[in-house]
């Protein structure tokens, strides 16, 4: 069966959950302590308290997850805007058909252009973005493109694993960019509420709320076992859009043995043509509680925050519970060429360059990593969830993300980016669990040092 879900149902559920006594809240939160996850009956509850007391030790949950389960690490992504064509209009979007500017699509000399770029520094694992246009950029287009970027190698630079986020499509089109080696195909709900959706959607293909909704269906009965689904935080009630995400994950568990491999968290920002008085901006304090609940109730999920949030509220929400953040981005088709200012698909609020982004996580002691092991070793879909929950892949995650951020630091680094990466590396290795891993990561390491490129366990 496919996905579904109905608004009054979920909406029910909220009501429903609202005024759970504390002793309920507190066995809650005692189960989510034991890193098993929560059922959505369990997180309406988490979401509709107003208990300050276990809205504190949600914070301290969710914190404590993300220490055991992912400790330092946080793995380095870029976008990669390709086309800004669009046949739909979201009321949301810069990008959206009827907005006037001019539009264009990336030859593959530029986006061997723009993958050079991002190589050189130090990027492994992009997000292909374009918007939806069977005409001016269809799935030929992206596939030539995933192929372009797959194929380019600048210096001992390369991308090793191009994540998609293309407008829901066909089982044909799905079975395309399997065949091909995608890493995780993305695609953001937007909004779970159905009356929202078509309200926001006002033109376009996307507008078909069902088909928008079952696209990871389609996408997983091709055989793509990565997918990685988000809302855009501040379209509706954020309580409806948690538990959305929850009963869409529950769904793509019990049907295909896997849930999202990753959320993404973008928080509504303001685009060209758009009118700011249509929605509900999310405040701090909420989107943190948006983070801390989601950590929580699924805590193997990957978790990503983009550009769009200041390099502060990125450090408090890292702390909280995500995994991913994006280094140097450009949200513009050929943004990274020229870095010219404008055109964007929306603005961004961290524009420092690669560098600094890990610089300044560095700083904060957390530990940038380039890794893509899974994706190459066969470890995803079903396969990736039973190691991530048998909790496993901390075994690997952490002498990767040293032996990425070692070969980053050898190709990229100046004399102070080393020295600093170093301390890093030597603080962490320490706390590998296992002696013949830590051994074998030392070894690496030097192999590393020594020109070695692409190790991995
Ligand atoms: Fe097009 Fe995507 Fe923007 Fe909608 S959100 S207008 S589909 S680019
Ligand atoms: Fe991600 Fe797998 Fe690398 Fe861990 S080992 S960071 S789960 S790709």
Redesign the pocket.
Known sequence: MEMTINAADVERMLADARGTGARDLDEILDRAEGLRGLSPKDVAALLTTDSEEHISRMFRVSGEIKEKIYGERVVMFAPLYVS?Y?????A??????G?EFTRRRLTMDEIRKEAEILERMGHKRLAL?????PVNCPIEYILEAIRTIYDMKAGSGEIRRVNVNI?ATTEENYKKLHDIGIGTYIL?Q?TYHEPAYTAL?EA?P?RDFRYHLTAFDRAMRSGIDDVGGGV?FGLHDWRFEVLGLMLHNRHLDETYGAGFHTISMPRLCHAQGMDMSRYEILSDGDFKRVVATIRIAVPYTGMIISTRESPDMRKELIRLGISQVSGGSSVEVGGYASREDGGE?FEVADRRPAIDVLRWLMDEELVPSFCTACYRKGRTGDRFMSLAKSGNIKNVCLPNALMTLCEYMMDYGDERFRAQASGIIEKNISKIASDKMRALTRENIDRIKGGERDLFV
């Open positions: 800004d669009c046949v739909n209009r979201c949301y979007c810069g990008y959206a058909c907005n973005e374009a918007g939806e246009d407008a953001f937007e959607h376009g996307k855009l698909q």
